[in-house]
């Protein structure tokens, strides 16, 4: 059974940073590509960042380009995102989603598997 649990989700200051974790289990971590998503109240959900767990190679949304880093140790399975400088607008429930890796970046449509999500709150 495929299972993705994310974690690491609070409440923090602007400026501050979170680190989110996502732990895969029930298939091959190198197979597949895992991507974090949001989605804030009232607004529709959005790519955020996702790595292809073969060759690590990664794609970030442009209002997170520098402050958001994501990594994986495919050793544990785990993906995260290290979020810093953290804004208000970046208040949202967070997903981790898992998807079989190709060579193109993966629409959210096409990913098959998701996780509860995590709540992300940043106050001014």
């Known amino acids: 059974e495929v299972q993705l649990v994310e974690s690491g989700g609070g409440l923090v200051q602007a400026g501050g940073s979170l680190r989110l974790s996502c732990a895969a289990s029930?298939?091959?971590?190198?197979?597949?590509?895992i991507g974090w998503f949001r989605q804030a109240p009232g607004k529709e959900r959005e790519g955020v960042s996702c790595?292809?767990?073969?060759?690590?190679?990664?794609y970030y949304e442009n209002s997170v380009k520098g402050r958001f880093t994501i990594s994986s140790d495919n050793a544990k399975n785990t993906v995260y995102l290290q979020m810093n400088s953290l804004k208000p607008e970046d208040t949202a429930v967070y997903y981790c989603?898992?998807?079989?890796?190709?060579?193109?970046?993966?629409?959210?449509?096409?990913?098959?598997?998701w996780g509860q999500g995590t709540q992300v709150t940043v106050s001014s």
């Open positions: 989603a898992a998807v079989v890796a190709t060579i193109s970046i993966p629409t959210e449509y096409e990913y098959d598997y």
């Open positions: 029930g298939f091959t971590f190198d197979d597949y590509t």
């Open positions: 790595i292809r767990g073969r060759d690590g190679s990664t």
